[in-house]
């Protein structure tokens, strides 16, 4: 694997991770998704990491699955077994889904130019989508008779509801990035110069926080969704009985009462 398709640039406790074929609007590939699993796995690993971003390289987050590619583009000729590109989402799609929603520190997007079909949908599964004013997010499945993958279903109707969500997967337009952040689709959309400096800003308040703390919360959010009110006040009383066995809770009481900045250890 020589070929660097995602470069992978440490900035102290956060690593950011660019998408790096520009010249295909960093299409996914095998090869890139492959790469993008192991850097995250990677981050994953390391303890000194307590952040990830990633972005795109050039004018585009992502367009998603490359069309072109002889794994799933449909071969013209009518003779030719047909393609099962479901084996691509097996392979690929699910194992970096899974990785990203499970990752013990947070992922920040940063959404720097069009991000469309699965390439939206991974930019859709980090914790904080940052995008520039410039960027947008396409639904583009529909458009080649597709239903929204790596993660779509599940994640549109959880951020905008059922009647935005399916608005979103059926007509697959284009939306803006001020309008995706006001109907709840991403979470903040900065002036396109400021979206680098903004994106590493969050990281780095964020691995400065209970790493931990910050991981449950996700958790247990995403948990909440399929559970009853009285379940979810329970796990929330079960997580916070384990957190507050842990170190990140003594020293964040202790910080506060003493009037000093915390220094946050748990991972
Ligand atoms: C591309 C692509 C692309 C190849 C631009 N592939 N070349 C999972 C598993 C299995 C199968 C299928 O799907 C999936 C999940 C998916 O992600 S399905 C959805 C795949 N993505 C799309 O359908 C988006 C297709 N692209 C577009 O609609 C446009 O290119 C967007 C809106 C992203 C950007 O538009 P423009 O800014 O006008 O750029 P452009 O269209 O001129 O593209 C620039 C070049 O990039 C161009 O090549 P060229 O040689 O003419 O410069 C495009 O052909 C190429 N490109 N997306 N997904």
Request: glycine share 8%.
């Amino acid at each position: 694997m020589s070929e660097h398709l995602i470069q992978i640039e440490p900035q102290g406790a956060v690593r950011l991770l660019r998408l790096n074929r520009p010249e295909a609007l960093n299409a996914f590939t095998a090869p890139l998704l492959s790469q993008l699993r192991q850097a995250l796995e990677s981050a994953a690993e390391d303890r000194e990491t307590r952040a990830v971003v990633i972005t795109g390289a050039g004018r585009a987050f992502s367009a998603g699955q490359d069309l072109a590619d002889p794994h799933v583009a449909p071969s013209r000729d009518p003779g030719a077994a047909p393609k099962d590109i479901g084996h691509m989402l097996e392979h690929y799609y699910i194992p970096l889904a899974l990785r990203l929603r499970s990752m013990p520190v947070p992922v920040v997007a940063a959404v720097n130019g069009v991000a469309a079909g699965a390439g939206a949908n991974l930019a859709l599964g980090c914790d904080l989508v940052v995008a520039g004013e410039s960027a947008s997010f396409i639904q583009a499945f529909s458009r080649i008779g597709l239903i929204p993958d790596c993660g779509g279903t599940w994640l549109l109707p959880r951020l905008v509801g059922r009647a935005k969500a399916l608005e979103l997967a059926l007509l697959g337009d284009k939306l803006k990035a001020a309008e995706a952040e006001r109907i709840g689709l991403i979470a903040r959309v900065v002036p396109d110069a400021e979206l680098a400096g903004t994106a590493l800003a969050i990281a780095q308040r964020l691995a400065a926080m209970p790493t931990r703390a910050l991981y449950e919360t996700r958790a247990a959010l995403d948990d909440a969704m399929k559970l009853d009110y009285e379940p979810a006040l329970k796990r929330e009383a079960q997580l916070q009985s384990q957190l507050g066995f842990a170190y990140d809770y003594l020293e964040g009481t202790a910080a506060f009462l003493d009037k000093r900045s915390p220094e946050f250890k748990d991972r």
